[in-house]
């Protein structure tokens, strides 16, 4: 059997990994366009492809048992094309840094406004400085990115802040139903192929034929396999290990990858004013989710 401490360090690799993963997700994402590919073609891969590996598995285990159909229907809906769309239309109009700092970045922010208003919990004073920082920091990079004449970003921090609420919403229906695994695989995989794939393919626009070979597979690997199924597995293995508070402590890292990595692959300029405002939300997501490390 592993010992406590071996356990600890996959843990660790875990996390650490999924902020490569989707540090490097924004990157693949923001360069699609370029491919010719539809944000459609995206979403397509993301629930055709993996519902491929998926599907064995929820027909073995059967996930949907024990879930009510408004349970499948409102889980599917926030993991669906909506918000999958919204995502990937922001990357045509703001840079890779600005996704990984208006979706990461204020999920703490969302995450206490919900418990506010929707629950009644109040949050701590490190979780309300932390928001604060958080807050201060978006604005700041929302600024600096009109001053610095980069057309139209406002449109796609906008949609990023969506896409952080649809996944903000995700987090408090599979902690206060505790969803397992297959159950999230099968309703924001399985149900939305269903649902989406017969559209996409008879309405939707794409580009796919045209495409080509090496960025084509590039996408279709990424998007259809790497944050579904391979990024799920690894929190669930994280937050098992090392504990959800450290998790989330590690993935404070992931706006500050999304922002190198797009500098140096994408050639992405930031001013000072943002690495500022990056150095700021940093700050705050760490204020927000530290705790005690466990002994």
Known sequence: ??????????GYA????????????LIVSRVANESGLTVYDLAAMRYGLASLVALPLCLYYKPWRGMRLTQIALLSFILGPVYILIVFSGFLYAPAAHGGIFMNGVLPLISILFGIFLFRVLPGVRQVIGAVLVLVSAVVLAWDASVSSIKGAW?????FVAGAVFFASYVVLSERWQLGPMQIIFCGTIVNAVLYLPIWALWLPSGIADA???PLVLQAVYQGFVP???GLLFIA????????????????????GGAVLGAVLLSETLSLTSILAL???TIGLLISVRRKLPA
């Not at 059997?1 to 996959?10: A, D, F, I, L």
């Not at 875990?14 to 997700?25: D, E, K, N, R, Y």
């Not at 098992?240 to 404070?252: D, K, Q, V, W």
């Open 237 to 256: 293995h994280a937050s098992r290990t090392i504990g959800n508070a450290n998790t989330s402590l590690i993935l404070a890292a992931v706006p500050g």
């Open 212 to 214: 080509p070979l090496g």
């Open 228 to 230: 579904n199924l391979i």
């Open 14 to 25: 875990a996390a650490w990994t999924i902020v490569l993963v989707w540090s490097f997700w």
């Open 1 to 10: 059997m592993p010992t406590r401490s071996s356990s600890h360090v996959t």
């Open 155 to 159: 449109i796609g921090d906008l949609m």
């Open 279 to 281: 150095v700021i939300l």
